[in-house]
């Protein structure tokens, strides 16, 4: 569709509203029964017709001046020839014209009169100019905000088969901004799409977890239901939530093959966020797959348009050798590339090579800068990590406080070698005062979720005669 590449990236990852006319400049001399693009007698044609005032000659015209087909682009003239149409009541024209002004593009920027010409094609049947119109009234640009408004002038879009109209009703369902009675809930749903109720959001095992919408929700299925119509319809960014929802059973039962199904069709549109998530589906659990090769291009042509969890996978791709060479400085430059991007799983990979990969890689104060951003961004494994830096001075000055305040972070988390860090603190009067005590509270602690060491430590305390026999045995409680 028309001007549909001005927006696109902004429509995958954003929610923006793509702005299309009704056909395309290639369409358009195809009409006119063109042998080829840039025909200099159907032109020239075309030129005639417009002088002539002919609304669809000065439409199509108008296009191909906007986009510089078979012309040279002039906003200013396009704008012109768009309007003129638009004048004569050419809905296609309207809702071009209204893009123009609603943008700024050859003519002073003018929402509100965008809206009103929106509108008259909206009210021609334009589907275009009807989900343009919807996004007026959704983001109160040129009118006043009104999502109940939005919604229907999405809906009829979507009736006439606007697949961005029915992906835009989705998400104003999955972020609870539209709410409607349930019998509009109802009438909304797609047959085929059987909801999951009272999942639980995934865990987040190295993170500390944050609040994440309920899986089961009514506002969820509604959501899934007009992502399947906007799918159908072709809509990449929809393909993409229904493929992930199908895949991770979330809110709709879990179909894993139809989910890539639909992560398929997402990627060859060029979405990086579907290629990221097939590439994961590809590459299997714990990267096990006899599809390595294939996951780890997809996964590249993701991190190639700057998808920073794209650029991390690509990284872990290369640090573990799924499809590719292990290469570890490869790694940690695509980790570099995610992290620097603001991707902090990616900052605690590119930390934890840069602490202990191989010796021509480390950089223990690097390492340290980003361990601290993974800390900042809830990442607990940063805290376990940097703490180990602060207790032996490494890329840092030595500092058994600190150390401690960061194992303590990472104790609340779960870690069992931080309670054995603690411990060790407390025993030995590092950053706090000694105490046998509760070293041994901290050993105790340790040991019940497993730690080899603490464990040891435990039984060596328990055994007054390994006591006795080893005064000074690294491992002694309380040793002096």
């Not at 902004?10 to 702005?19: D, S, T, Y």
């Not at 603690?422 to 105490?435: C, F, P, S, T, W």
Request: glycine share 10%; hydrophobic share 40%; charged share 25%.
């Amino acid at each position: 569709m028309y001007f549909y590449n001005i927006a696109i990236f902004a429509a995958l990852l954003l929610g923006q509203p793509v702005i299309a006319a009704a056909i395309t400049p290639e369409e358009a001399v195809a009409s006119l029964n063109t042998p080829a693009n840039g025909d200099a007698g159907a032109l020239e044609r075309l030129k005639q017709a417009a002088e002539r005032h002919d609304p669809e000659a000065l439409y199509r015209l108008g296009t191909l001046v906007f986009d510089g087909k078979l012309v040279r682009t002039d906003l200013t003239q396009a704008a012109d020839l768009l309007k003129r149409a638009a004048t004569k009541g050419h809905a296609g024209a309207q809702n071009a014209f209204g893009f123009m002004l609603q943008n700024g593009f050859g003519v002073e920027k003018n929402e509100q009169e965008a809206a009103s010409w929106y509108e008259r094609a909206a009210a021609a049947g334009d589907r275009e100019a009807q989900h343009n119109l919807g996004w007026l009234y959704q983001e109160g640009r040129g009118v006043e905000r009104n999502v109940d408004q939005a919604v229907s002038w999405y809906t009829k879009a979507a009736a006439a088969g606007s697949g961005i109209a029915a992906y835009h009703i989705g998400l104003l369902h999955e972020s609870g901004a539209y709410s409607p009675g349930a019998q509009d809930a109802t009438s909304a749903q797609t047959p085929g799409l059987p909801h999951k109720t009272g999942a639980q959001a995934p865990g987040l095992p190295h993170k500390a977890r944050a609040h994440a919408p309920e899986n089961g929700s009514p506002k969820l299925a509604a959501a899934l239901d007009w992502y399947a119509k906007a799918a159908q319809a072709g809509q990449a960014m929809a393909q993409y939530k229904l493929g992930k929802a199908l895949c991770e059973g979330n809110g709709i039962e879990r179909d894993p093959l139809r989910g890539q199904a639909w992560l398929e069709k997402s990627a060859a549109q060029g979405n990086p966020l579907a290629q990221h998530l097939l590439a994961m589906q590809l590459a299997g659990e714990g990267f096990k797959s006899a599809d390595e090769p294939r996951a780890m291009r997809v996964a590249m042509a993701a991190a190639r348009q700057g998808l920073p969890s794209a650029e991390r996978l690509v990284g872990e791709f290369l640090e573990n050798g799924v499809g590719v060479a292990r290469n570890l400085s490869a790694a940690v430059r695509w980790y570099r590339e995610a992290a620097t991007r603001g991707d902090a799983e990616a900052g605690l990979r590119l930390a934890i090579l840069l602490d202990q990969g191989p010796p021509e890689l480390r950089s223990p104060r690097e390492a340290a800068a980003w361990y601290e951003k993974a800390s900042s961004a809830g990442w607990r494994d940063a805290d376990l990590r940097l703490g180990l830096l602060y207790e032996a001075g490494r890329g840092v000055e030595r500092n058994y406080e600190q150390a401690l305040r960061l194992y303590e972070r990472a104790a609340d988390a779960g870690y069992a070698d931080a309670y054995y860090r603690i411990a060790v603190l407390y025993d030995e009067g590092l950053g706090v005062k000694r105490d046998s005590r509760a070293a041994l509270e901290w050993y105790a602690k340790a040991a019940e979720r497993g730690h080899a060491e603490a464990n040891d430590v435990i039984k060596r305390l328990m055994n007054p005669a390994d006591r006795d026999r080893y005064p000074f045995n690294p491992f002694k409680f309380g040793k002096s």
